[in-house]
């Protein structure tokens, strides 16, 4: 029972983890930026039925939602080869992330845009707004007002979620520690100091999102 | 000795001071109504009786069962609330259970009447309501007034000393009013303790044997009815009559 | 080199798939289970119960289930204990669910109207009788259809269990997939698997949140 926890290995590998925390934070960025722009076109063609579109979204959602975020990133990474596609470990990661959120950032926004009221259209009509403009004011930004908390934990979820790319040697924080703990052979404070950044960097995620919500989305549309 | 009696009453909401200094008493069989301006402290008053809203000094008795302040554990809290029934604008009943379940509940859980003879007792109060038949209806296939009257046989079925009453009517439609009255009018004739809150002043006037105007958290005015109306000792009452027609 | 027919891949991840559905009922079940007293003292009345409620609702929800389960795992060898994979699978998705379930019936009996305790509170019921009688019961009703919804991410946490190696679904998928050199068609019909468990838990949520709308 006598075990010393010995942290004394981080400084050696301050710049390691630095690095693994910026990998995971660039999935995020960009997984984030993508796949929510993936959600208002699902959003928008789902609501509208656009065909082809709205249909194929249908099956896309329900396919991501429905299958593990890990098996999605072995048939992107080690299943498309099979089909000529041949994807670096970080385009793999970064595309699961893409279409996971995608999925789920869809029926989020869907379920935002169903919640706005017609008559709001309606009366923006009738004050001559173009119907790029009706759409932009009216329609969206009410509705990722009202979804953008929900928004928010998705992306927070699948940031944690991002810690499984390790498996497909995308080097982001989880496989840092995975190296780490290799080396040192202390796997239990590795572990522990990595989870701790995680629920940092969850907390952090969270904040810039609310900052972005306010800075983007709650800000009414000038006249 | 008077059955509800308070002293020196005094509520705060933060720094808002909403009761200032309360003494009423309400003997047995009396029926009191409070009335005042929103805001001047009547629901919050009510409130204190049955312990919903603590108080920051002064004490309640009811039936020999006292609160004071920083004393009002558990026990004593049950021991007055089960001589205290309260009905509520929003009637509250229990939507997953029938009118009869609603009734039978508390005795059931609270006084461990066995099953059977809460029936009974469930049975007994809604035929006072007037619901007899509903026994098995639940309170969505029930009209707001048809409510209200289960809430009522809900309270009376712990057979409390006295009954409170916030504004019962207020959330009524007009129509389904009288209904309610109704049933507290026969109430007030059988000698039932009540002290309620109302804007029905015709119907204040009718039943009470005191009232109470209530002002900036306190009791600005008191006494019988008729005499009040016919001759308010106070310009604040002589406004808020005025401010009603 | 062995061949693999169609038919031994099947029944291979078929055996997985047991062993999928197996951790996920038992997650579920025992993370049910602990979620219950989870949010008994989360929404309690003494402090310290609730910090501490709260902080394991915090931490299982704030950090990746990963790593919960190398923590764990690792953690729980210090002890000098030798954690089977499938112990520290279950015993890691357990905390997990019930984290999140907690959380899950905390929103359910928040929206409980005030009303409610304040009715029962005047009928003279303690605590424990207005959460048995008036409180969990209408709860309960609000709690199905996110409940069962939460099941789906449950299926699919049972997936994280593979890279601790627990050989359930995706673990066999993994190791055909090495042997067999044919990875499109063994993850597709791993992921096949997962929407078999996962797409009708999906469907029965969806549909119990809409007869709940339409029978307010
Ligand atoms: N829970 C509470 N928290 C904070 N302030 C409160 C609370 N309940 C009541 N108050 C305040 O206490 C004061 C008295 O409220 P109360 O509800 O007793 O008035 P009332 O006479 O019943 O009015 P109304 O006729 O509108 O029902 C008001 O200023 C109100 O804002
Ligand atoms: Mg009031």
Same mark, same amino acid.
């Given at each position: 029972?006598?075990?010393?926890?010995?942290?004394?290995?981080?400084?050696?590998?301050?710049?390691?983890?630095?690095?693994?925390?910026?990998?995971?934070? /660039?999935?995020?960025?960009?997984?984030?930026?993508?796949?929510?722009?993936?959600?208002?076109?699902?959003?928008?063609?789902?609501?509208?039925?656009?065909?082809?579109?709205?249909?194929?979204?249908?099956?896309?959602?329900?396919?991501?939602?429905?299958?593990?975020?890990?098996?999605?990133?072995?048939?992107?990474?080690? /299943?498309?080869?099979?089909?000529?596609?041949?994807?670096?470990?970080?385009?793999?990661?970064?595309?699961?992330?893409?279409?996971?959120?995608?999925?789920?950032?869809?029926?989020?926004?869907?379920?935002?845009?169903?919640?706005?009221?017609?008559?709001?259209?309606?009366?923006?009509?009738?004050?001559?707004?173009?119907?790029?403009?009706?759409?932009?004011?009216?329609?969206?930004?009410?509705?990722?007002?009202?979804?953008?908390?929900?928004?928010?934990?998705?992306?927070?979820?699948?940031?944690?979620?991002?810690?499984?790319?390790?498996?497909?040697?995308?080097?982001?924080?989880?496989?840092?520690?995975?190296?780490?703990?290799?080396?040192?052979?202390?796997?239990?404070?590795?572990?522990?100091?990595?989870?701790?950044?995680?629920?940092?960097?969850?907390?952090?995620?969270?904040?810039?999102?609310?900052?972005?919500?306010?800075?983007?989305?709650?800000?009414?549309?000038?006249? | 000795?008077?059955?509800?009696?308070?002293?020196?009453?005094?509520?705060?909401?933060?720094?808002?001071?909403?009761?200032?200094?309360?003494?009423?008493?309400?003997?047995?069989?009396?029926?009191?109504?409070?009335?005042?301006?929103?805001?001047?402290?009547?629901?919050?008053?009510?409130?204190?009786?049955?312990?919903?809203?603590?108080?920051?000094?002064?004490?309640?008795?009811?039936?020999?069962?006292?609160?004071?302040?920083?004393?009002?554990?558990?026990?004593?809290?049950?021991?007055?609330?089960?001589?205290?029934?309260?009905?509520?604008?929003?009637?509250?009943?229990?939507?997953?259970?029938?009118?009869?379940?609603?009734?039978?509940?508390?005795?059931?859980?609270?006084?461990?009447?066995?099953?059977?003879?809460?029936?009974?007792? =469930?049975?007994?109060?809604?035929?006072?309501?007037?619901?007899?038949?509903?026994?098995?209806?639940?309170?969505?296939?029930?009209?707001?007034?048809?409510?209200?009257?289960?809430?009522?046989?809900?309270?009376? =079925?712990?057979?409390?000393?006295?009954?409170?009453?916030?504004?019962?009517?207020?959330?009524?439609?007009?129509?389904?009013?009288?209904?309610?009255?109704?049933?507290?009018?026969?109430?007030?004739?059988?000698?039932?303790?009540?002290?309620?809150?109302?804007?029905?002043?015709?119907?204040?006037?009718?039943?009470?044997?005191?009232?109470?105007?209530?002002?900036?958290?306190?009791?600005?005015?008191?006494?019988?009815?008729?005499?009040?109306?016919?001759?308010?000792?106070? =310009?604040?009452?002589?406004?808020?009559?005025?401010?009603?027609? | 080199?062995?061949?693999?027919?169609?038919?031994?891949?099947?029944?291979?991840?078929?055996?997985?798939?047991?062993?999928?559905?197996?951790?996920?009922?038992?997650?579920?079940?025992?993370?049910?289970?602990?979620?219950?007293?989870?949010?008994? &003292?989360?929404?309690?009345?003494?402090?310290?119960?609730?910090?501490?409620?709260?902080?394991?609702?915090?931490?299982?929800?704030?950090?990746?289930?990963?790593?919960?389960? *190398?923590?764990?795992? *690792?953690?729980?060898?210090?002890?000098? %204990?030798?954690?089977? &994979?499938?112990?520290?699978?279950? %015993?890691?998705?357990?905390?997990?669910?019930?984290? *999140?379930?907690?959380?899950?019936?905390?929103?359910?009996?928040? &929206?409980?109207?005030?009303? !409610?305790?304040?009715? @029962?509170?005047?009928?003279?019921?303690?605590?424990?009788?207005?959460?048995?009688?008036?409180?969990?019961?209408?709860?309960?009703?609000?709690?199905?259809?996110?409940?069962?919804?939460?099941?789906? !991410?449950?299926?699919?946490?049972?997936?994280?269990?593979?890279?601790?190696?627990?050989?359930?679904?995706?673990?066999?998928?993994?190791?055909?997939?090495?042997?067999?050199? !044919?990875?499109?068609?063994?993850? @597709?019909?791993?992921?096949?698997?997962?929407?078999?468990?996962?797409?009708?838990?999906?469907?029965?949520? !969806?549909?119990?949140?809409? @007869?709940?709308?339409?029978?307010?």
């Amino acid at each position: 029972m006598a075990y010393h926890f010995d942290f004394t290995f981080v400084p050696d590998y301050a710049g390691m983890l630095a690095q693994g925390v910026a990998y995971t934070l /660039g999935l995020t960025v960009v997984g984030g930026t993508l796949g929510i722009l993936i959600g208002i076109g699902g959003a928008v063609s789902r609501t509208w039925n656009v065909r082809p579109f709205g249909p194929l979204y249908g099956y896309y959602v329900e396919l991501f939602r429905n299958t593990p975020f890990l098996v999605q990133l072995f048939l992107i990474f080690f /299943g498309l080869p099979s089909l000529g596609i041949k994807l670096a470990e970080w385009q793999a990661a970064i595309l699961a992330m893409v279409l996971n959120l995608g999925a789920y950032s869809t029926e989020i926004i869907r379920a935002g845009l169903q919640a706005t009221p017609r008559g709001q259209v309606e009366a923006a009509d009738s004050l001559a707004f173009t119907r790029w403009q009706v759409f932009l004011h009216v329609m969206l930004r009410p509705a990722l007002r009202k979804v953008w908390p929900a928004l928010s934990s998705q992306v927070v979820i699948t940031m944690l979620g991002s810690s499984v790319c390790s498996q497909i040697s995308a080097e982001e924080l989880t496989f840092v520690a995975n190296f780490i703990q290799s080396r040192n052979f202390r796997a239990f404070e590795t572990y522990f100091l990595t989870t701790a950044m995680y629920f940092g960097l969850a907390l952090l995620v969270r904040q810039a999102m609310h900052a972005i919500g306010r800075h983007l989305i709650v800000r009414r549309p000038s006249r | 000795m008077p059955l509800v009696s308070t002293n020196r009453l005094h509520k705060f909401f933060g720094t808002n001071h909403v009761l200032r200094g309360i003494k009423l008493d309400v003997e047995e069989g009396e029926v009191v109504t409070i009335v005042g301006r929103s805001g001047s402290g009547k629901s919050t008053l009510l409130r204190t009786l049955n312990g919903l809203e603590s108080i920051d000094d002064g004490v309640i008795e009811v039936d020999g069962a006292t609160l004071e302040v920083d004393r009002a554990d558990a026990s004593a809290l049950r021991n007055l609330r089960q001589k205290v029934g309260m009905v509520f604008q929003q009637f509250n009943l229990f939507p997953h259970l029938s009118a009869g379940q609603n009734v039978m509940l508390a005795p059931q859980v609270v006084k461990r009447t066995p099953k059977k003879e809460a029936e009974e007792i =469930a049975r007994r109060m809604l035929e006072r309501v007037g619901l007899a038949e509903k026994f098995d209806a639940f309170p969505d296939q029930l009209s707001g007034g048809q409510q209200q009257r289960v809430a009522i046989a809900r309270a009376l =079925a712990m057979s409390p000393r006295v009954l409170l009453c916030d504004e019962i009517t207020s959330a009524l439609d007009p129509e389904l009013v009288n209904e309610v009255l109704g049933v507290v009018r026969q109430l007030a004739g059988e000698g039932m303790t009540l002290i309620m809150v109302t804007h029905e002043m015709r119907f204040a006037r009718e039943v009470s044997d005191k009232l109470v105007f209530m002002h900036e958290g306190k009791i600005h005015e008191s006494g019988h009815p008729q005499a009040m109306f016919a001759k308010p000792a106070t =310009a604040e009452f002589a406004s808020f009559i005025g401010s009603l027609n | 080199m062995m061949t693999f027919s169609l038919w031994d891949i099947v029944r291979n991840l078929l055996i997985g798939g047991a062993l999928t559905l197996l951790l996920s009922l038992v997650a579920f079940a025992l993370g049910g289970a602990t979620g219950l007293l989870v949010l008994f &003292a989360r929404i309690g009345k003494w402090r310290a119960p609730r910090a501490l409620a709260q902080m394991h609702i915090e931490l299982f929800q704030g950090t990746p289930l990963l790593l919960q389960l *190398f923590t764990l795992f *690792f953690g729980l060898s210090l002890f000098g %204990l030798d954690v089977p &994979a499938w112990l520290a699978a279950g %015993l890691g998705l357990t905390l997990f669910t019930s984290a *999140f379930l907690a959380e899950i019936w905390r929103g359910c009996v928040e &929206a409980v109207p005030r009303g !409610q305790w304040e009715a @029962s509170a005047c009928l003279a019921m303690t605590y424990w009788e207005q959460m048995r009688h008036v409180i969990l019961p209408q709860a309960m009703r609000l709690s199905i259809a996110p409940t069962v919804g939460f099941a789906v !991410q449950v299926v699919k946490g049972t997936a994280v269990t593979s890279i601790i190696g627990f050989a359930e679904l995706t673990k066999t998928g993994s190791m055909i997939a090495n042997a067999t050199f !044919q990875p499109f068609l063994v993850y @597709s019909l791993v992921a096949l698997g997962y929407f078999i468990l996962c797409y009708p838990l999906s469907r029965y949520a !969806q549909a119990l949140e809409r @007869s709940f709308h339409a029978a307010r």
